[in-house]
């Protein structure tokens, strides 16, 4: 170990030893604040007591011992942590673009828990995000649901255990131009991605009944193990749900078809800018999706697209979230469901379902997190002013019961991991564009060839 | 009676027509009188009372205006009246779709061409357009992007079918001052050939800098003699106005270090300039403030250019520029989503400017430093009528917009936007063939 590298792991140990110290896991009582249960009304006056890292009460008045940590909230707004349904924080690599169908690698296996962009997403009141594989090939990566538990350093510590297992599928545009436009071959259209996903769900039905007829005694020899194969088929046995990166209608329509084919009804539809155009199609199957709240334009397939689209989803009573992608939007997810006050007139519930029970429903862990109840995780956001406001600052962010954000106690630089020989950090130009970084890891070199 | 029964049906059976086909109404020229609102004036406090707009400007202000002959009366009891808003940097109707580079019109190809005109390339009918003015913003300034000296950018009014008719009297060059930092995550250059780069386009720009005050003595000199110059030199021509300090320079730069540096370069060359970008602004405000020099700051909901800034660095920075006494003008830097302005300026309000300090950055102080306060930023008789009318604080979401008067002209509420929304929200036919 040379020099250099010793300084960098002390520094890392003094800051770890500073941030556990400040974060230290406690019992916590939140006093008198305005609480937005999501599923149980808006409670004035109202505490909410976490313990052993769940809300084990909700109520006027309540009391706790000496040990636990009181947080006077009064003339706050007290809300469930938001999660974000799509985001590529806290991760090292994006895209395993080598291939249509990648559904073997997993996003667990490249969290980077020292992501300064997980802490700036807590102080934007986040507490749950979904690390996603990129959307490069018709059926991507697994995916990871992950808590900001910012500060611990092991990156498994960062996983929501017992969160379901989901994947990304990408529709339109992105696998059209890496791999038709890109490498010459089949998905260059619409109609070749339809045939992608037909191709790997027969092949992993052949799959998964070869290895029933091995394990019945049906067949003497097993049949060669395919993990990639392994992991299409648990997407057909209803053990993975899919997340799929989709924009025009005819695609989405598409896609429900084919699953209606293979008996998949796990489905959230992502960006699905087009929604709003088959949002009947959408609650009849029972779909869900996860939109923004205002892009489009940004590529052709997003042209038609309309800032209503939240609205008319829910309207038409289809689990609707409102999503980040973005390292930027995602510390403001509370202003981006606003917005959907501005395009359609949701109620103030409905709006704050788009960043909490129903981005939870579409993960899976609604059981756990999305609302303030008795034993669900305390996971709690705490804003100056109603979190639909442009006035509200987020003023503390609790996870599972460790505050990890608190305005009161916020040293500039949050860091985790830092190069003792910088003398000091990049200035970044363009930071401020880190948008769609769903194509992160496939055009790098066109990026620097361009500026 | 029947013919005007049958008019009315064809009038009906053509504007179905035109929703249909997502077509947006046209905007309408006349008198109208603005009753009993309260007036936000930006310049003079906040009043109640009404306004006429008529010719195209704001005709008056007062308690009882009575109505002109063919004016139409707009109940305003209750609603707000705001100056339309301005965005300070935006690539609006220079750009349709953002990975469509035919559809891109603000980067064309040189180091050193000022005389690209963003006004050329502004498309009045860029479908953004629209959905930006429904918000509120009733003007903009278009920006060229790309080298040292891209081009020539442009304040625009937006509503017109040509460029002429929307152009809004300022235009300015820009100047991407040499910069320090990296371009982005995807930047792999190392720290010493990232300064050997900016040291030789900081060599670049002073002989360029050299070549421009020149031409202009020569050309100052030929002109004096009633003379021509020979030979066709557009760019350097483009500069003339920059060189004698009656054109503004918009100069880009965001790093604490580069802005130190363009300080020092405008003060030695004496350029008339604005700066724009300064994301790191607040660290060196107070030198801003002497060389007293105006910023046009944003995005403000933008990350921290470094990984060891605090998390809010961009939305505190207005704030913190403007409590330096420094004149502060928002921009979005979008094609699309200028739309978000007024939740730039709300940012900013939240992290320390306020909400009357934020305004005006949208609206009065973006006038002045473009030199058109005699005509926009606020409500006052003679200026051009660029106003909204709102039920509240327009930097809020749950606020909504009811009427827009954009050069005079009431501009209907539509935009593709709002237009697919009337078209699917109750889809019809639904789930049934």
Redo the contacts between chains.
């Keep these: 170990m040379n020099n250099s590298m010793m300084n960098h792991k002390l520094y890392t140990a003094i800051l770890l030893l500073l941030v556990s110290q400040w974060m230290m896991a406690q019992d916590v009582l939140i006093k008198n604040g305005t609480v937005i249960t999501i599923t149980d009304g808006v409670k004035e006056n109202t505490d909410v007591l976490i313990q052993n890292g769940r809300i084990k009460s909700i109520g006027e008045g309540l009391s706790a011992g000496d040990e636990v940590r009181v947080v006077d909230a009064e003339g706050m707004y007290v809300m469930p942590g938001i999660i974000d349904a799509h985001s590529h924080i806290g991760i090292d690599v994006v895209n395993e673009s080598t291939a249509p169908v990648t559904a073997e690698v997993r996003v667990g296996d490249v969290i980077n828990p020292y992501a300064?962009?997980i802490?700036?997403a807590l102080?934007g009141g986040v507490t749950t995000s979904h690390a996603m594989h990129g959307s490069a090939n018709a059926i991507g990566g697994q995916c990871e649901t992950i808590k900001h538990r910012y500060g611990e350093e092991d990156p498994e510590a960062l996983k929501m255990e017992g969160a379901p297992r989901t994947i990304k599928f990408a529709l339109g545009?992105n696998p059209m131009r890496v791999h038709g436009e890109g490498q010459g071959i089949q998905p260059k259209t619409r109609m070749g991605i339809e045939q992608v996903f037909r191709k790997a769900f027969a092949e992993a039905q052949e799959y998964a009944s070869a290895w029933k007829d091995y394990n019945a005694g049906k067949k003497q020899v097993a049949p060669a193990y395919d993990v990639r194969k392994e992991a299409v088929a648990d997407i057909l046995s209803g053990e993975i749900i899919i997340h799929c990166h989709s924009y025009r209608a005819d695609e989405i329509l598409m896609l429900m078809d084919v699953l209606e084919d293979y008996g998949v009804n796990q489905i959230c539809f992502q960006h699905v800018n087009e929604g709003?155009?088959v949002?009947?199609?959408l609650a009849?199957f029972g779909a869900s999706a996860s939109v923004f709240a205002?892009?489009?334009?940004?590529?052709?397939e997003v042209?038609?697209?309309?800032?209503?689209n939240a609205?008319?989803l829910t309207?038409n009573n289809v689990v609707t979230s409102i999503n980040s992608d973005s390292?930027?939007?995602i510390?403001?997810l509370y202003?981006e469901a606003?917005?959907s006050?501005?395009?359609?007139d949701l109620t103030d519930n409905e709006a704050l379902k788009l960043i909490t029970i129903n981005p939870a429903k579409q993960l899976g862990i609604d059981d756990r997190v999305g609302s303030l109840e008795v034993g669900k995780d305390g996971d709690v956001a705490i804003f100056s002013a109603h979190p639909?406001?442009?006035?509200?600052?987020p003023q503390m962010t609790i996870v599972d019961g460790t505050v990890r954000f608190d305005i009161q106690a916020?040293p500039?630089?949050?860091?985790l991991d830092i190069d003792p020989e910088e003398e000091?950090?990049?200035?970044?130009?363009?930071?401020?564009?880190?948008h769609h970084r769903c194509m992160e890891g496939v055009f790098?070199?066109l990026?620097?060839h361009q500026? | 009676m029947k013919i005007i029964i049958s008019y009315i049906i064809a009038a009906i059976l053509i504007t179905s027509q035109l929703a249909s086909a997502q077509q947006i109404a046209k905007t309408e020229t006349g008198s109208f009188l603005l009753r009993g609102g309260t007036l936000v004036t930006v310049s003079n406090g906040t009043i109640t009372g009404d306004l006429l707009v008529a010719d195209g400007k704001i005709k008056s202000i007062g308690e009882s205006i009575p109505l002109p002959a063919g004016a139409i009366e707009i109940d305003c009891a209750g609603k707000y009246v705001y100056p339309g808003m301005i965005d300070g940097g935006t690539k609006l109707g220079l750009q349709?779709?953002?990975?469509?580079s035919l559809t891109s019109d603000h980067n064309e190809i040189g180091d050193f061409i000022p005389h690209m005109e963003a006004l050329t390339a502004v498309n009045p009918n860029a479908?953004?357009i629209p959905v930006t003015r429904v918000?509120g913003i009733t003007s903009a300034l278009v920006v060229p992007s790309g080298g040292s000296f891209p081009g020539t950018a442009s304040l625009i009014n937006l509503v017109g079918y040509t460029p002429d008719q929307m152009y809004a009297g300022f235009k300015g060059a820009v100047l991407n001052f040499p910069?320090?930092?990296?371009?982005?995550?995807?930047?792999?250059r190392s720290?010493e050939d990232i300064k050997k780069e900016a040291e030789k386009a900081m060599k670049t720009l002073d002989d360029t800098w050299k070549k421009v005050k020149l031409y202009a003595k020569i050309n100052a000199a030929a002109s004096s003699d009633k003379k021509a110059l020979a030979g066709y030199n557009p760019s350097m021509d483009a500069m003339l106005q920059v060189a004698n300090g009656t054109r503004h320079l918009l100069v880009e730069v965001?790093?604490?270090a580069d802005i130190k540096a363009a300080l020092k370069w405008i003060e030695k060359n004496e350029v008339n300039a604005i700066l724009t970008g300064v994301?790191?602004g607040y660290r060196v405000a107070a030198d801003i403030a002497k060389a007293d020099l105006p910023v046009i700051v944003g995005?403000v909901?933008?990350?921290?250019?470094?990984?060891?800034?605090?998390?809010?660095a961009?939305y505190t920075n207005p704030g913190l520029l403007h409590k330096a006494g420094v004149k502060v003008v928002l921009r979005t830097?979008s094609?699309?989503?200028v739309?978000?302005l007024p939740?730039n300026a709300?940012?900013a309000?939240?992290?320390g400017m306020g909400t009357e300090a934020a305004l005006r950055s949208v609206t009065l102080s973006a006038a002045e430093v473009f030199g058109v306060a005699g005509q926009l930023g606020s409500l006052d008789e003679g200026k051009i009528a660029n106003l909204f009318v709102s039920d509240g604080?327009p930097?809020?979401?749950?606020?909504?917009i009811y009427h827009l008067f954009i050069s005079g002209r009431k501009v209907p509420l539509e935009s593709?936007?709002?237009l697919?929304?009337d078209e699917?929200?109750n889809?019809d036919p639904?789930?049934k063939k």
Excluded: C
């Design positions: 300064v962009s802490y700036r102080a545009e709003f155009k949002a009947p199609e009849a205002d892009w489009w334009a940004y590529k052709f042209y038609y697209s309309t800032a209503y609205a008319i309207k390292g930027e939007l510390r403001h202003h606003g917005k006050q501005k395009y359609g639909l406001s442009i006035y509200a600052i916020d500039i630089d949050m860091r000091m950090p990049a200035f970044y130009e363009l930071d401020a564009h880190d790098e070199e990026f620097m500026h | 349709e779709v953002g990975s469509v479908v953004s918000n910069a320090t930092g990296k371009r982005g995550w995807w930047d792999r720290a965001n790093k604490e994301s790191e995005p909901l933008s990350i921290p250019g470094r990984q060891s800034d605090k998390y809010d961009a830097s094609y699309e989503n739309r978000n939740y709300g940012f309000a939240a992290y604080d930097f809020e979401t749950k606020t909504d593709r936007h709002t697919l929304y699917f929200l889809r639904g789930l």
